[in-house]
Structures are given as structure tokens and as C-alpha cells.
């Protein structure tokens, strides 16, 4: 089993930046694909970003490309979501999730394990 705690939340103006956390425990995560995804309000939650095991390969959807970046360290059992330039429409709860397998995958339903979420709001 693998425990998922998110952190780095918050309320930011636009165009801001803020850096989400999570923290694994119970399982290393060096044997897992990591991922983000995020839920508005209203709204299903969408696959936001993904890494491999190594972290050498990223995948994205084309709302966040170029403005955020998801990183890995195994050693702390950590993964990272860096968003820059925020909009009012990132506004949502962002989950951390894990996989098993060898590929990102942006498919909501090939992860097994979830965090709890953490809110992130973004003000005009």
C-alpha cells in the first residue's frame, strides 16, 4: 500500500506561482508512475501531469504544458508539481496519484492510489 499526502495548496493572484508536494509513505514510489490530476468545482477531475520512474519522461495535457512541471525524488519518496503563470481557471483540488506499470498514462482510472487533494485557488 501506498500512503499519498499533498501538500503546497493555496490561494495565489494570477500569473503567480506555487509548488505542490507529495509526500509517499507505506511503499517507495521508485517502482511507480506518478501523477497529478485536478477536480473544479462542477467539474470531473482531469489528468494534469505524469513521470516515470526515472523522471526522464513527462507527459502533460496541453492546458499546462509549458506553465507547469512535474518532478521526482525518489530518495525523499517525493513528487512535485511546479505550476507558474496561474490562471483563474487552474482553480481546483489537486491530486496526487500512483501507478503501476512502466508508462504515464493520463487515464484517471490506471491509478491506484490516491491522495487526499490539496486546494489551490487562483484570483483575478
Known amino acids: 500500500q501506498v500512503q499519498l499526502v499533498e501538500s503546497g495548496g493555496g490561494l495565489v493572484q494570477a500569473g503567480g506561482s506555487l509548488r505542490l508536494s507529495c509526500a509517499a509513505s507505506?511503499?517507495?514510489?521508485?517502482?511507480?508512475?506518478m501523477g497529478w490530476f485536478r477536480q473544479a468545482p462542477g467539474k470531473e477531475r482531469e489528468f494534469v501531469a505524469a513521470?516515470?520512474?526515472?523522471?526522464?519522461?513527462?507527459y502533460y495535457a496541453d492546458s499546462v504544458k509549458g506553465r507547469f512541471t512535474i518532478s521526482r525524488d525518489n530518495a525523499k519518496n517525493t513528487v512535485y508539481l511546479q505550476m507558474g503563470s496561474l490562471r483563474p481557471d487552474d482553480t481546483a483540488v489537486y491530486y496526487c496519484?500512483?501507478?503501476?506499470?512502466?508508462?504515464?498514462?493520463?487515464?484517471?482510472?490506471?491509478?491506484?492510489?490516491w491522495g487526499q487533494g490539496t486546494q489551490v485557488t487562483v484570483s483575478s
Open positions: 496519484a500512483a501507478k503501476t506499470g512502466w508508462r504515464p498514462s493520463e487515464a484517471l482510472l490506471e491509478y491506484g492510489y
Open positions: 507505506g511503499r517507495t514510489i521508485s517502482s511507480y508512475v
Open positions: 513521470i516515470n520512474w526515472g523522471g526522464l519522461s513527462t
